[in-house]
């Protein structure tokens, strides 16, 4: 939520759908608060829908169903605050993620820093795979890698 979703929003056309997974209510509740700038306004918008579970499952339950998918979990596949966000990144959550993909669709990876073993295992999981860095606002903050994957 919160950057992602603002900037996902801001490239779509007015009748996209956006699926946000979410496995935490508090999250949830947080980014709603319109006393917090970051995401409140994104979360309101007709093109949004929030579900309640595990992005795993939820990328799991959807074969040929996306046209992009957006990981913007944790801190990248190394980083890990939660241990079980891992099969995210795993060999078989690559497969599944490319499986949920429509033709033609892409899914990318956001990340703290650059990985080149995770970038192997994506070229290996089938994906065409572009790396990009950039900063989290046009001329400062912190230097980010984005993962972005055609299957």
């Known amino acids: 939520m919160g950057f ?12 996209a759908v956006v699926v946000t997974a979410e496995i935490l209510p ?7 608060n319109p006393a917090f700038h970051l995401a409140s306004a994104a979360l309101a918008d007709a093109r949004v829908t929030i579900v309640m579970r595990d992005v795993f499952d939820v990328i799991a339950a959807s074969a040929g169903h ?10 990248g596949p190394a980083a890990l605050t939660s ?24 899914v990318a990876f ?19 795979v572009r790396v990009h860095r950039c900063r989290s606002h046009p001329k400062a903050g912190p ?3 984005l993962f972005v994957c055609e299957g």
Do not use: Q
């Open 66 to 75: 996306y046209d992009s998918i957006i990981l913007d979990v944790d801190n």
């Open 83 to 106: 241990e079980g966000n891992a099969r995210l990144y795993s060999e078989r959550g690559l497969r599944m993620a490319r499986a949920a993909l429509r033709p033609a669709g892409r």
């Open 26 to 32: 508090a999250v949830v509740a947080w980014n709603r």
């Open 110 to 128: 956001w990340s703290a820093a650059p990985n080149a073993p995770f970038e192997r295992l994506l070229a290996s999981a089938g994906f065409v």
């Open 143 to 145: 230097w980010h890698t």
């Open 4 to 15: 992602t979703l603002k900037a996902a929003l801001a490239g779509l056309p007015p009748d």
